[in-house]
């Protein structure tokens, strides 16, 4: 199974080969143009998406049938008859989570359950599946765990397998219940929309962030619940993730050779070389100028 961009603006794409036949993809796009994914997949697999931000739509048949998803849906697809390729067309700023896997491989999770998954009864293995259901907060929670990574590389894909797992059971569970018991913080899904708005909101100030007060005031959640909810979700406190996020978009405007180091600092809220020099190494390990030179 292979996939390639069919434009090639910059963006994340990273594919995690969890086990055979089993797999977990990030298609991140960045830019404010439309993104293309062409990937071969085979009739071996089922397919889960999670858009978790933006809309897509999957083509199929050479364009002659779609499927949209919309921000904060998934869709599963499942049809044992023939190929379904990924003919993926993404909308700006959007960001897309799959998970594709062996039917072998999920009979085997599920074979004890076959009556209670619609499409693994008896009478319906060798028939297709197409379904789109609501993303539910304790969902959000882990996807945005995957999306942040942020341990060892040692442990990636034992960590990974673990969030698939759990996102799979919470897909098939009742969603009141996997709500519940995951966080009760999180039964509410304003309390989650804020704090990804809390999150838009210091990434678009990230050169002048707010503090943790005047952000937990501006999206109307307490203090605690805006410092326990964002680390719930997002992996890490508030201004460790928008550390992570200020170098990375500052090693990517390094990468287009546009900008000096004083420039790019100024950009990502750094009032002096030597300080966004020193933030920079304790990220990657190396100085913008060596980065630089390294990329030559």
Not at 68 to 88: A, G, W
Not at 178 to 202: G, R, S, T
């Amino acid at each position: 199974m292979e996939f390639q961009l069919k434009n090639n603006a910059p963006g994340i794409l990273e594919e995690t080969k969890i086990e055979d036949g089993f797999h977990i993809l990030t298609f991140q796009n960045k830019t404010l143009d439309n993104q293309r994914i062409i990937r071969d997949i085979n009739s071996n697999y089922i397919q889960f998406h999670f858009s978790l931000k933006g809309n897509m739509q999957f083509n199929f048949n050479n364009g002659s049938y779609t499927l949209p998803l919309q921000e904060n849906k998934s869709l599963l697809l499942y049809n044992p008859q023939r190929d379904l390729p990924m003919n993926l067309e993404m909308e700006k700023k959007s960001l897309l989570i799959s998970i594709l896997i062996s039917i072998k491989k999920f009979h085997s999770l599920f074979s004890k359950e076959a009556d209670y998954i619609p499409f693994l009864g008896e009478g319906n293995r060798d028939k297709k599946y197409y379904t789109d259901a609501d993303i539910h907060p304790s969902m959000v929670v882990v996807l945005n765990q995957i999306v942040n990574y942020n341990l060892h590389k040692s442990i990636k894909l034992l960590y990974f397998k673990g969030k698939a797992y759990e996102l799979l059971s919470l897909y098939f569970n009742k969603p009141e219940d996997a709500d519940i018991e995951q966080c009760p913080f999180l039964v509410d899904e304003e309390n989650v929309l804020k704090i990804k708005k809390a999150k838009e909101i210091i990434i678009s100030k990230m050169a002048e962030p707010p503090t943790l007060q005047e952000l937990s005031k501006e999206i109307g959640l307490p203090l605690n619940k805006l410092k326990d909810g964002f680390k719930q979700i997002y992996g890490e406190p508030v201004y460790a993730f928008l550390f992570d996020y200020k170098m990375e978009v500052a090693r990517q405007l390094l990468a287009s050779g546009a900008h000096n180091v004083n420039e790019v600092g100024l950009k990502v809220g750094y009032s002096t070389a030597s300080h966004f020099i020193a933030a920079f190494k304790k990220k990657f390990g190396t100085t913008p100028k060596k980065y630089v030179m390294n990329l030559s």
